[in-house]
């Protein structure tokens, strides 16, 4: 969330369902400049942390793990725009293919691995051609 906010996002909401990673979520973004613009909140429901997040969004970054990941799957499309981004973080290389099954009918359109994690990025079926994502 800190990044998209120094990328330019006008408002954040990041949520944990653990109390020491908001505190430092909302200590890293005081320290970036960006707590104006980023809404760090916990979870009221640590099996269901997605209950309080109501509309959808343009641009959901889910950096969990891989079980996690596949049982909020459902709940996360639901939240995306018809014509967002998912960025799907912190799986390990190679990644399990139900994870990203998880996510059909979306598609994956890049990934990156750093140091055997992996980053996908996914789109919505009803966008024709993707957006460019990041580098070449």
Known sequence: ?????????????????????????????????????????????????????????????????????????PDILARLADDGLLVVSGLLDPVEAEVLDAFRPWRVVRTEVLQGWVAAVLRSPSIATPRVVGGA
């Open 1 to 73: 969330g800190i990044v998209a906010a120094r990328l330019g996002a006008g408002a954040v909401r990041s949520i944990d369902v653990d109390e020491a990673a908001v505190s430092a979520t909302r200590d890293n973004a005081r320290r970036n400049d960006v707590d104006d613009r980023v809404e760090v909140l916990l979870a009221t429901d640590a099996d269901d942390p997605l209950h309080d997040v109501a509309g959808r969004h343009d641009l959901v970054v889910a950096n969990i793990g891989a079980a996690t990941l596949t049982a909020l799957a």
